[in-house]
């Protein structure tokens, strides 16, 4: 299909848009423009949310653990929640896998698409009060519509996408997302309650002179991600570690840069999972001109085998990825 990038005006509301672009979309039976729109409501609730954490006792820890054995806050639980509930209400999703839930979440109704989240990605900076942020991934689902999800609906490798984005909650609430078609940006008013076209048809820079990486766990990192570290200290890059994934990815996607989360002699296989938090930003890199991978194979090529699966993480502009790649020998 001819890749019709109508650049739209800066300013147009959500709705309007995907409106507008419906006729990008591989099935532009309006399925796929309400599930964006069930996402992006949820979104503005959660964000409501974060927004009074500090005023009403939903920040913190709440004494359990993820399937991750990571300990569950407050407000990881409650945009948990909020997601699968807009999701349930819209209908057009059958399926979630999410960060926060052991098993498919199987919704039991006509929907054709499988959703996996991050509900609230990063949380543990809610309570010091930085950004955080909501990464999903689209997919159709492959068993009969009405029937029993089965694992195969969700172990789809991530060239399956049919969407993928991000929420940010950070000094502006933004919605970044892209079916294959560019990659688009909305900055939400919460005094209209509107997301509005920010960023059009964004494109990562090619190069740039940010480093993401957490130091702190050096010494466990593969003596080739070691000698890239030395590499852009030697090229006086900036090191810039949030920890919060969606706003250092976000920060490279506007600027260029580099985000990696290694193999480590503790966590072999990284610490980010694919379904979940990689694929969907590895098709966003993608779409925008950047590179996602392994350290050695496209992210968006890995065949899943389990739905809480860890991959190490290269992500950002396509010329520094490249660079980091080539000191692995
Ligand atoms: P570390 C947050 O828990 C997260 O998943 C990402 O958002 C973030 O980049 C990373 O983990 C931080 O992990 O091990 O560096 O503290």
Do not use: W
């Not at 942020?133 to 694992?151: A, D, E, L, M, N």
Request: glycine residues 10%.
């Amino acid at each position: 299909m001819e890749d019709s990038r109508i650049a739209l005006p800066i300013g147009i509301t959500l709705d309007r848009f995907i409106k507008r672009k419906q006729e990008e979309f591989q099935y532009a039976t309006g399925e796929l423009s309400q599930l964006l729109r069930d996402i992006a409501l949820a979104g503005k609730v959660v964000n409501r949310e974060i927004n009074k954490a500090g005023l009403i006792n939903i920040s913190g820890a709440i004494g359990t653990q993820n399937v991750q054995g990571e300990d569950q806050q407050k407000l990881d639980v409650l945009a948990n929640i909020r997601f699968i509930r807009a999701l349930t209400k819209g209908g057009e999703a059958c399926a979630i896998v999410s960060e926060e839930d052991e098993e498919i979440t199987d919704l039991k109704n006509q929907g054709r698409y499988v959703i996996a989240i991050d509900p609230l990605d990063g949380s543990s900076n809610i309570d010091v009060n930085v950004s955080i942020g909501t990464i999903f991934s689209v997919y159709r689902r492959i068993t009969p519509v009405g029937s029993p999800v089965k694992k195969e609906d969700v172990l789809q490798k991530g060239i399956e996408q049919v969407a993928a984005g991000y929420l940010l909650y950070g000094s502006s609430t933004m919605l970044v997302y892209t079916t294959g078609h560019g990659v688009y940006g909305f900055t939400y008013e919460p005094s209209l309650g509107e997301y509005f076209l920010s960023h059009s048809d964004m494109i990562i820079p090619a190069t740039g002179k940010t480093y993401s990486i957490n130091e702190g766990s050096y010494n466990g990192f593969p003596e080739s991600v070691k000698s890239y570290i030395q590499f852009c200290k030697d090229n006086n890059y900036s090191a810039r570690y949030i920890g919060s994934l969606v706003a250092d990815f976000h920060r490279n996607l506007l600027k260029g840069g580099i985000y990696i989360y290694p193999p480590t002699t503790k966590i072999p296989n990284g610490k980010l999972r694919l379904l979940y938090e990689c694929n969907a930003l590895a098709f966003i890199a993608e779409q925008a001109g950047g590179i996602a991978t392994t350290g050695t194979q496209r992210i968006l090529e890995v065949e899943p085998q389990e739905f809480h699966q860890r991959v190490p993480l290269f992500i950002g502009s396509k010329e520094m990825v490249e660079k980091a790649q080539s000191f692995h020998t």
